[in-house]
């Protein structure tokens, strides 16, 4: 088969999470030839034309999709309606999925709607007294990687017009009620089989220190965070009625952004043992030392066959 692999424009002083795509467009690129394809790479541009023209070109039969990193995740689903435009197969998520889960507030919607658990959220500060008190994380309502998260995003206001006037003043994020409990992860292949299911602990973190998998756990390897968050798939007997609750919980999310590709579902869950779902990220990093091909390797597949599943998502 010949793959046309579409990514990021290549620019200097590219942040972690981008420069990060570079090294997926190589561990791909190196897997697919040994799945004996032959494979190009091109840059993705907004000039819609151009990058058709570009796609034509090339006479693939599938575009792998390895763009990440357009100024805003509202934008991503151009890549697969550009393809299904040209009438050509693409990897990952589909242009509604992408459209949907881009924006994080239209997809809290959507769960909200569905009756799945997503911790309660706010967009403009008027009507927020609930919110008042209590810790809320402050997110970026159209970017992914964790970027914009960080120790300082979990804030608690005090005052109505404090968290009005701060949402107002960033109009770009909104405030989610922050749950204080334990964060999983989980990977899910195209056609909905659930990867093993991930927790990621936060070992030896000062109490004081807020344990969330922010930028710096993500993608600073000097940082406190990142050297403390570990990812573990060991769970003891008595937990399988929360693993087994997460796993549904997973797969109603996937068949809910009628997802057909690949995708992680992130999670959240308190002192209760309530599990409440954050986001899903359709297309989650698949560097060889991501969470998602860790998962993969858990359930005994090499990056190859990982590789050779993705192109089925088509």
């Known amino acids: 088969?010949?793959?046309?692999?579409?990514?990021?424009?290549?620019?200097?002083?590219?942040?972690?999470?981008?420069?990060?795509?570079?090294?997926?467009?190589?561990?791909?690129?190196?897997?697919?030839?040994?799945?004996?394809?032959?494979?190009?790479?091109?840059?993705?541009?907004l000039n819609l034309i151009?990058?058709?023209?570009r796609i034509e070109k090339s006479g693939c039969d599938l575009v792998f999709n390895l763009v990440e990193n357009l100024s805003s995740s509202r934008l991503l689903h151009l890549v697969p309606l550009l393809c299904q435009s040209l009438s050509i197969p693409c990897s990952g998520g589909g242009a509604y999925t992408l459209s949907v889960t881009g924006d994080k507030v239209v997809a809290?919607?959507?769960?909200?709607?569905?009756?799945?658990?997503?911790?309660?959220?706010?967009?403009?500060?008027?009507?927020?007294?609930?919110?008042?008190?209590?810790?809320?994380?402050?997110?970026p309502i159209a970017q992914e990687a964790s970027v914009g998260i960080s120790d300082a995003s979990v804030r608690?206001?005090?005052?109505?017009?404090?968290?009005?006037?701060?949402?107002?003043?960033?109009p770009d994020h909104f405030a989610e009620r922050y749950i204080d409990g334990r964060e999983f992860n989980l990977s899910i292949l195209p056609g909905g089989r659930v990867l093993p299911v991930c927790e990621m602990r936060f070992v030896d973190y000062p109490k004081e220190k807020v344990k969330i998998v922010g930028y710096e756990a993500k993608w600073l390897p000097q940082s406190f965070a990142y050297q403390h968050t570990q990812r573990s798939y060991i769970f003891p007997a008595q937990e399988q009625g929360l693993i087994e609750e997460l796993k549904r919980l997973a797969q109603a999310v996937y068949t809910l952004f009628g997802n057909s590709g690949y995708a992680r579902v992130d999670f959240r869950v308190d002192e209760q043992n309530r599990p409440f779902i954050l986001e899903m990220n359709s297309n989650p990093c698949i560097t060889a030392d991501s969470g998602f091909i860790a998962a993969a390797s858990q359930a005994g597949m090499t990056y190859c066959e990982v590789i050779e599943q993705l192109l089925r998502s088509r």
Do not use: N
């Open 1 to 45: 088969m010949k793959v046309l692999i579409l990514t990021d424009v290549r620019r200097s002083g590219m942040r972690e999470d981008e420069a990060d795509t570079i090294a997926q467009v190589k561990a791909v690129r190196k897997a697919l030839i040994r799945l004996g394809h032959t494979v190009e790479v091109a840059a993705f541009s």
């Open 50 to 53: 151009l990058t058709a023209r």
């Open 156 to 170: 608690t206001f005090a005052e109505a017009g404090e968290l009005a006037s701060y949402l107002i003043d960033h």
């Open 108 to 139: 809290k919607k959507q769960l909200d709607l569905a009756g799945l658990p997503t911790p309660p959220w706010l967009e403009e500060g008027h009507g927020g007294s609930s919110f008042l008190g209590v810790p809320l994380m402050i997110k």
